[in-house]
């Protein structure tokens, strides 16, 4: 009796039941079809949604007077989280360096806020600036300056680079919800402000950036969560190396009627998708190792494209997106 007292005790049937790994959304485009789609049902096709850079263009130009534009622009373009943005540090931002040091963020527990180290070791990091968004925070820096001067002693200062109109602290859901009245009023999809990091991911990937570069801009700890989640393939890009691969085939008796139609490449309409690059696994790699060498390419004027030289250079990211106004640049300029 004591021996099966004694079975009874020690085994756990829960230890042999084995569960499927949760499986990563994966993040989806808002494409034409699939905001038809959403107008009809009401279905989102995935938790995880990207704005294409016309509609992201579209949510910036509708932000750009806003008080919080800067903190949405830095996180558009350099993915960092909502605590982080709203955690940022003047004493960690080097403007003249073009350099953000990521180094506390700031963290809801309940509707309390606390101050807390970044989520992961990977989360503490150095970001590159590019020269547009040096300009956009440092117009911020100086309305902020401003505003330091209207409260006078009222002024909290936190040292915050994103604060309150009187210096203190931001609430990270306030951000959230100021995010959504933006994205509504702009009329645009629905899309989550950590989706806006899905989005800096998958410019990053379609400017050029390979994988390890991402991963070390959105902090993340493996480069398995880089790849699998958040870089999505932008449709302009997807039909470019779609054209590309048709073309590396020569064909000297091409069917007459797709000869006529592949006569010029298929024109495609990116906002300011000028100059997009792809880039090959990296040297060294297990797949670079099995698979064929595939040559870099470039995309070029109506859609097609040729190999990359060493003379081309990559545009700067900002330059993916359409912006017909940029009030705050171009006010920081003139002054």
Not at 32 to 55: F, Y
Not at 273 to 290: I, K, R, V, Y
């Amino acid at each position: 009796m004591s021996v099966k007292a004694e079975q009874a005790h020690t085994f756990n049937p829960a230890s042999h039941v084995e569960l499927e790994s949760a499986k990563r959304p994966k993040p989806l485009v808002w494409t034409e079809e699939r905001i038809e789609h959403w107008e009809l049902t009401g279905e989102r096709p995935s938790p995880v949604m990207v704005w294409t850079p016309e509609q992201t263009g579209a949510f910036l130009d509708q932000a750009t007077d806003d008080r919080l534009y800067a903190l949405f622009h830095l996180v558009t373009f350099r993915g960092l989280r909502r605590g982080e943005a709203c955690g940022q540090r003047w004493a960690d931002t080097n403007l003249r360096a073009g350099l953000l040091t990521v180094a506390k963020q700031l963290v809801v527990d309940g509707w309390a806020v606390y101050e807390d180290d970044p989520k992961t070791d990977a989360g503490a990091r150095t970001i590159a600036l590019d020269s547009e968004t040096v300009a956009v925070l440092e117009a911020h820096r100086k309305q902020q300056r401003a505003d330091r001067e209207q409260w006078g002693d009222a002024w909290v200062e936190t040292g915050r680079v994103f604060t309150k109109e009187n210096g203190e602290w931001l609430h990270p859901t306030a951000v959230t919800d100021r995010f959504r009245e933006l994205a509504d009023a702009a009329g645009l999809p629905p899309i989550r402000l950590h989706d806006l990091r899905h989005g800096a991911a998958t410019l990053a990937h379609a400017a050029g950036a390979d994988l390890h570069s991402i991963k070390e801009m959105l902090g993340h700890s493996s480069i398995g969560i880089t790849s699998d989640t958040y870089t999505t393939l932008l449709p302009q890009v997807d039909r470019a190396i779609a054209e590309a691969a048709a073309q590396l085939v020569p064909r000297a008796n091409r069917p007459r009627k797709v000869a006529q139609s592949t006569a010029e490449p298929a024109k495609i309409t990116p906002s300011a998708h000028a100059s997009l690059t792809q880039t090959a696994p990296d040297e060294g790699s297990e797949a670079d190792d099995e698979a064929p060498r595939r040559p870099k390419l470039q995309l070029i004027r109506g859609g097609a494209l040729s190999p990359l030289s060493g003379s081309n250079r990559r545009p700067p990211l900002y330059k993916i997106f359409p912006r017909p106004r940029r009030s705050a640049v171009t006010s920081l300029r003139a002054a």
